[in-house]
């Protein structure tokens, strides 16, 4: 895939990151350069993550200068890191123009993954999720979502000395309305040049964009694919998720299986419980019968992270219990997710940019 070659907003100088290797080849060849160089500069842009052209030192002052004045290069920054009780490790980043946006590393006895965000803010509004009392900015760009995994990756060798194992689009915004920078970012995560990281360990979550989940059949991706369901039908997804609305169960039902067809990718239903409103055996017979239409490979039932600005609750222990052996029992692959950096606000729908 071509990266789209866009202006940096600030200065108007092109992202030297969105160059393809011939752009920046002809124009190290326009300065009197060696072809070299090139390699050089590609590794201080994606593997050793150089956050401005001064970072390249072993680049000539004079070429150092002359890619400042021709190029800009926007790399997310670290603003603030947080550290959970349980591991859990949550930054906020900022964009070249002063923006925030979260990313959290989880790390496991058997992973470390990096849970990213794709859009700075969110549009959809669901309504247990803090993100979706936003509003939505504008797009991360794929080098600024490359930028959040690559500084994630920097924390999980420094703290745990070892690589991140697993990378989830579950972070702010929804990656299905942010399609070609997600998979452009993707892309380059997986290159040999880059973080040479298996599609297979890659997980993107969508609320469901029926359209573009086709289109990543058409596409031929090779990474999973989550749902966030949430509610086991239309009435109940209607009310705490507009986009349902416009993309309900039928048509997403529709959508998964023409994905699986195209791609055999593993699929992943999530949904998180809520007290009285779809913790009951009868919402989860609605959810078993949704499982048994698509193929499925695994239920995440997830514990909900109370937010400030919503009324929702979580069950107590014994409904949880209750409804995790009544899909047991009915061979739903099912796993409760415990939450992880609620602390730190760094839980399932709690990223918001609180803090300092």
């Known amino acids: 895939m071509g990266f789209v070659l866009y202006l940096c907003r600030m200065n108007q100088l092109p992202n030297i990151r969105a160059l393809s290797n011939e752009q920046l080849l002809t124009f190290l060849e326009s300065i009197g350069e060696k072809k070299f160089r090139l390699q050089q500069i590609k590794e201080w842009l994606w593997q050793k993550h150089a956050a401005s052209f001064d970072d390249m030192t072993n680049l000539s002052k004079s070429l150092r200068q002359q890619l400042s004045e021709h ?3 926007p790399a997310l920054t670290i603003d603030t ?6 591991g859990t490790v949550k930054t906020r980043f900022n964009t070249h123009e002063g923006y925030k946006v979260e990313g959290v590393l989880i790390p496991t006895d058997e992973r470390r993954t990096a849970c990213v965000s794709s859009q700075i803010g969110c549009s959809l509004s669901c ?3 803090a993100t979706g009392y936003m509003d939505r900015k504008r797009n991360l ?3 600024e ?3 959040q995994v690559a500084l994630i990756n920097q924390q999980s060798e420094s703290l745990f000395e070892k690589k991140l194992t697993n990378i989830v689009f579950m972070g702010m915004g929804e990656p299905l309305l942010n399609y070609n920078n997600v998979l452009a970012a993707i892309e380059r995560i997986t290159a040999e040049d880059g973080l040479h990281m298996s599609p297979r ?3 993107v979550s969508t609320a469901g964009v029926a359209k573009q989940i086709k289109k990543l059949g058409d596409d031929g991706v090779k990474f999973k694919l989550a749902l966030s369901l949430h509610a086991p039908n239309d009435a109940k997804r209607n009310e705490i998720m507009p986009i349902n609305e416009t993309n309900n169960l039928k048509v997403l039902i529709e959508a ?4 699986y067809a195209k791609t055999k990718n593993e699929i992943t239903f999530e949904y998180i419980l809520f007290k009285n409103f779809n913790d009951s055996l009868k919402d989860a017979d609605e959810l078993i019968k949704i499982y048994r239409q698509v193929p499925a490979d695994l239920v995440n039932i997830i514990e909900y992270n109370p937010i ?3 009324t929702f609750q979580k069950p107590d222990e014994p409904a949880m219990e209750r409804f995790m052996q009544y899909l047991e029992k009915h061979k739903v692959n099912a796993r409760l997710r415990r939450s992880r950096g609620k602390d730190i606000d760094a839980a399932c729908g709690q990223l918001a940019n609180k803090g300092k």
């Open 71 to 73: 190029f800009s290069l």
């Open 81 to 86: 890191t947080q550290y959970s009780a349980d």
């Open 127 to 129: 309504k247990f999720c």
């Open 141 to 143: 760009t794929f080098d």
């Open 145 to 147: 979502i490359y930028d």
């Open 201 to 203: 360990r890659i997980t």
């Open 256 to 259: 998964l299986n023409y994905f």
């Open 308 to 310: 400030d600005i919503a």
